[in-house]
């Protein structure tokens, strides 16, 4: 399963579906519906989307980092960063909002000491930098040592 790696493309920015239970036909015809790439570790959807010439990544690596680096190095990307970031959850685009809109939603410990906030303009889910974000920019700054 990529849901993990699913979540880290959206929050690097990258427009991306993840479906956990989904047949490979109906993943296939999706993937060319909406001209995007598989990313899969199952070799023989690789083969029958190779059939439809859907482009592909087969992951064989087994660690998070190892399959981003993976991911990075065939989509020939030259840097990640977390200027665009997408929801984690939904896909959706992240927008900066100001604190006194969402005061009464954010936990008021992180109100006291966190001073920039984004939302996500499709499920409303807020964010800020903690140590999620903080272990995420760590990962990213490694990867890009290896690129
Ligand atoms: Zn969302």
């Not at 956990?20 to 899969?40: M, V």
């Not at 936990?107 to 964010?127: G, L, N, R, T």
């Amino acid at each position: 399963m990529l849901g993990t790696i699913a979540k880290k493309l959206r929050m690097l920015g990258f427009d991306t579906h993840y479906y956990n239970t989904i047949n490979d036909d109906d993943l296939i015809t999706s993937a060319k519906k909406e001209n995007r790439i598989i990313i899969t570790k199952d070799y023989i959807l690789v083969a029958k989307a190779a059939n439809q010439d859907i482009p592909t990544i087969q992951i064989f690596t087994i660690t998070e980092k190892e399959q981003l680096v993976e991911i990075t190095r065939k989509m020939s990307w030259k840097k990640l960063t977390l200027d665009n970031p997408r929801c984690s959850i939904c896909n959706g685009i992240l927008q900066k909002t100001s604190k006194q809109d969402i005061i009464g939603i954010i936990p008021p410990k992180v109100a006291e000491s966190v001073q920039e906030f984004w939302q996500c303009d499709k499920c409303s889910h807020i964010y800020w930098v903690g140590t999620h974000i903080r272990n995420l920019e760590r990962l990213i700054a490694e990867i890009n040592d290896t690129l």
